[in-house]
């Protein structure tokens, strides 16, 4: 694995997805401190950067594998993704979601062609359905984040942003399964001398900032965070690449995620979900300590239930 590889992802995806734009504001940078740049992957298709590594993840699969589909368990993001992709690349695809996720994500996965399998709201009951579906059907499981197909496919989207701002000192994202700061880390690592990634993490589940600490994968007792997308816990795919290549985690309040997804609605004039701005909120949380610094912030997805804004 390495810097050419990462070129050949990017290649092999680009038919497929957005090479999404690098928005700055004037207004944002004086409050900062600081030039930030954030790549607006809430352009992205179906509205995060799971497209970059569900397509890859599925380019990658044997024609015996392609014909008889995919299956992947997401309350989300990746739930669209996989399908998208699947249909893009005319591979059927079976999506396990928590009889909680919000309706509005299941008729979006519905609408890219998705077949929905609802379960139990647990990570046990996610696991054990999709086992059931992979076992009866034949088909390839795909991890929404611990899976290195997934992760290069992750990384493409800090790639393009440094193409476009080689000298960057820091780039921040969320965390939530590992995937994206993962694949970021990768890309900072391969395609700059300079830039460090560092994540941010709700308090309210924090597993990978104790991840980080313990040395061995966390998990959480409760999941109390407006960040829906940030629930799930790392991997031991993304893990040591995470241990190895990212700086480190900083925890951010619920109230600080709203602020920050505000600030990104209100002067950005762009649609962030709550998980997208808690990089935004981590970075503004120790702002101090990056003066005249040059730093990314990779605004992961915007697909928001317009009926339960937090603000």
Not at 71 to 97: C, D, E, P, R, W
Not at 145 to 153: E, F, M, Q, R
Request: charged share 20%.
């Amino acid at each position: 694995m390495g810097k050419e590889e990462l070129i050949q992802v990017h290649k092999d995806i680009a038919p497929f997805i957005h090479k999404t734009p690098v928005l700055t504001s004037q207004l944002i940078d004086g409050i900062a401190g600081v030039h930030l740049f954030f790549k607006c992957e809430n352009f992205q298709k179906m509205g995060a950067f799971k497209m970059r590594g569900a397509t890859h993840a599925i380019m990658n699969l044997s024609e015996v594998q392609k014909s008889k589909g995919v299956v992947t368990h997401s309350s989300g993001n990746f739930a669209q993704a996989l399908a998208l992709s699947a249909k893009s690349l005319g591979v059927k695809a079976f999506i396990v979601m928590p009889s909680s996720a919000p309706g509005v994500k299941k008729e979006a996965v519905k609408g890219y062609g998705g077949i929905v399998i609802e379960c139990e709201p647990t990570l046990e009951a996610r696991a054990s359905t999709a086992k059931a579906i992979q076992e009866k059907e034949g088909v390839t499981f795909i991890h929404p984040s611990n899976d290195l197909d997934v992760i290069l496919g992750q990384g493409t989207a800090c790639m393009e942003l440094l193409e476009e701002v080689p000298d960057l000192d820091y780039v921040f994202t969320p965390v939530g399964g590992g995937g994206l700061i993962a694949g970021t880390a990768l890309a900072a690592h391969y395609f700059s001398e300079t830039c460090k990634v560092i994540g941010g993490e709700p308090f309210e589940v924090d597993d990978a900032y104790r991840s980080l600490k313990s040395g061995v994968i966390e998990s959480n007792t409760s999941a109390n965070t407006i960040a829906d997308g940030l629930k799930t816990q790392l991997g031991n795919i993304n893990f040591p690449i995470i241990q190895k290549h990212v700086e480190k985690i900083t925890r951010v309040t619920e109230a600080e995620i709203v602020a920050a997804m505000k600030l990104i609605w209100e002067r950005l004039k762009i649609v962030s979900e709550p998980s997208s701005a808690v990089a935004l909120a981590a970075f503004l949380k120790e702002k101090e300590t990056f003066k005249d610094k040059k730093i990314g912030i990779i605004i992961s997805g915007g697909n928001v239930d317009l009926s339960h804004l937090p603000f």
